[in-house]
């Protein structure tokens, strides 16, 4: 079982940073794809971002292309969202996702394309 714990989610004013980390345990960090998700309440769960395995190939969704940057650190088994120009509108809880096999960009953008799902971290940004 791969075990993914959110962190760094927390209040934050409209236009400022925020950065989420996904921590991995249970399997080979390097052989999975990993995802960022979010959630409002009475919404669906909606795709944000994905990066390969190598970190050389990312692809985000159009409503956070240009402010919000997926990363990894292979290192420390991590995954990390980094968040600017923050709207009222991102408030959500953001969830983290991975998987072992990688099924091409819009795959990898649906719910269903990966196997393993962290708890979730809030994120809340004041008008």
């Known amino acids: 079982q791969v075990q993914l714990v959110e962190s760094g989610g927390g209040l934050v004013q409209a236009g400022g940073s925020l950065r989420l980390s996904c921590a991995a345990s249970g399997h080979t960090f390097s052989d999975l794809y990993m995802g960022w998700f979010r959630q409002a309440p009475g919404k669906e769960r909606n795709f944000l971002a994905t990066?390969?395995?190598?970190?050389?190939?990312?692809y985000y969704a159009d409503s956070v292309k240009g402010r919000f940057t997926i990363s990894r650190d292979d290192a420390k088994n991590t995954v990390y969202l980094q968040m600017n120009s923050l709207k009222p509108e991102d408030t959500a809880v953001y969830y983290c996702?991975?998987?072992?096999?990688?099924?091409?960009?819009?795959?990898?953008?649906?719910?269903?394309?990966?196997?393993?799902w962290g708890q979730g971290t809030q994120v809340t940004v004041s008008s």
């Open positions: 990066i390969s395995w190598s970190g050389g190939t990312t």
């Open positions: 996702a991975a998987a072992a096999r990688y099924g091409g960009t819009a795959w990898a953008a649906t719910i269903e394309g990966y196997d393993y």
